[in-house]
């Protein structure tokens, strides 16, 4: 079965622009999750979606936000980018089902210039 | 809130030699416990998991051990090959019947398997 389709692939934003990010988990999941990996500080959880809504949020500001459409497809947005904000963002898909896998996307690398 | 240490941060060793890397969560309700595997440039894998009602697993030549009362758990790989060399990450979650779902991660570790 297809895997986890992120796009796109590569974005180059300048300071104060905003971006949207778009994740396709595998046919049949239900739960979305969005990460933040950087050199410094690794893979930061931002937040999860299940059938549409948000179950839980990580440590980041409202700048980062998210929704999850009736397909499961989820979008992240952040808004007034700042040069921190560079980093490979990931999704992850997972069935629902407590303590199954996370499958992850090939990740959008977000470059603010 | 959990949080995830990793040690250690690089790990370098010799082709069949074994490789061993450490975590330990903060949080005693967490219950799951996957190590995922990043090759450069590519997205994490996972290559093995263990839930809180097992001691350890093992998969040909990976094995994950967990010590719930001391709250780590680690990664054993025997008999390395070139191919493992990559970083790999650890993670705890707490999911509970259809509650959310979380990774913690921890920092990773770029092991280096030298031929």
């Known amino acids: 079965k297809a895997g986890v389709t992120q796009t796109p692939r590569y974005l180059i934003k300048t300071r104060g622009q905003q971006v949207t990010l778009s994740c396709s988990p595998i046919?049949?999941?239900?739960?979305v999750s969005w990460y933040q990996q950087t050199p410094g500080q690794g893979l930061q959880f931002l937040f999860e979606?299940?059938?549409?809504?948000?179950?839980n949020k990580g440590n980041f500001p409202g700048r980062f936000s998210g929704r999850q459409f009736s397909n499961s497809r989820s979008e992240m947005n952040v808004s007034t980018l700042e040069l921190g904000d560079s980093a490979l963002y990931l999704c992850?898909?997972?069935?629902?089902?407590?303590?199954?896998?996370?499958?992850f996307g090939q990740g959008t690398r977000l470059t603010v210039v | 809130g959990e949080n995830v240490e990793q040690h250690p941060s690089t790990l370098s060793v010799q082709e069949g030699d074994s490789a061993v890397i450490k975590c330990t969560y903060s949080d005693s309700a967490s219950n799951y416990f996957p190590w995922y595997k990043q090759e450069l440039g590519k997205r994490p894998q996972l290559i093995i998991d263990?839930?809180?009602?097992?001691g350890e697993k093992k998969d040909q030549r990976i094995a994950v051990t967990l010590n719930k009362t001391a709250k780590h758990f680690s990664l054993h790989i025997t008999e390395t090959q070139p191919e493992d060399s990559a970083v790999y990450f650890c993670?705890?979650?707490?999911?509970?019947?259809?509650?959310?779902?979380?990774?913690?991660f921890g920092k990773g570790t770029l092991l280096t398997v030298n031929p």
């Open positions: 979606y299940f059938s549409e809504t948000q179950r």
């Open positions: 993670a705890a979650s707490m999911n509970s019947g259809g509650s959310n779902y979380k990774l913690t």
């Open positions: 992850a898909s997972t069935s629902g089902i407590q303590n199954t896998e996370a499958f």
């Open positions: 046919s049949g999941h239900r739960s």
């Open positions: 263990i839930r809180s009602n097992v």
